[in-house]
């Protein structure tokens, strides 16, 4: 079983930044893919950014409503992704969500959530 486990939440008022942090810990192999998806009041959960390990090399993936303010990084030899968030907007609110795919030589991959950080932009 893997835990992961999300920091970096909270309140800012527009414009302003905040650094989320996801550290996965528990059985792991292989990590194929780590990132952040958001889920708003009434709204659908939907993908913010993520990194994908290939052999050559890793890519990262996010929303074109983040791209230029948003940044996601990793540190997998600490089984740990990072988002930066810049130049928050109202919209942006919502609860973030880590996400990890890892691989199993025995049983293949296996997704995992965290249990969601609330992040809050307002005035």
């Not at 792991?28 to 889920?39: A, E, L, T």
């Not at 050559?56 to 540190?75: H, L, N, P, W, Y």
């Not at 030899?77 to 996400?99: G, H, I, R, W």
Request: proline share 2%; aromatic share 10%.
């Amino acid at each position: 079983q893997v835990q992961l486990v999300e920091s970096g939440g909270g309140l800012v008022q527009p414009g302003g930044s905040l650094r989320l942090s996801c550290a996965a810990s528990g059985r792991i192999f292989k990590i194929n893919v780590m990132g952040w998806y958001r889920q708003a009041p009434g709204k659908q959960r939907e993908l913010v950014a993520v990194i994908t390990r290939r052999a050559s090399g890793d890519t990262t993936d996010s929303a074109d409503s983040v791209k230029g303010r948003f940044t996601i990084s990793q540190d997998f030899a600490k089984n740990t992704v990072y988002l930066q968030m810049d130049s928050l907007k109202p919209e942006d609110t919502a609860v973030y969500f880590c996400n990890a795919n890892i691989y199993y030589f025995d049983t293949g991959s296996v997704t995992y959530w965290g249990q969601g950080t609330q992040v809050t932009v307002s005035a």
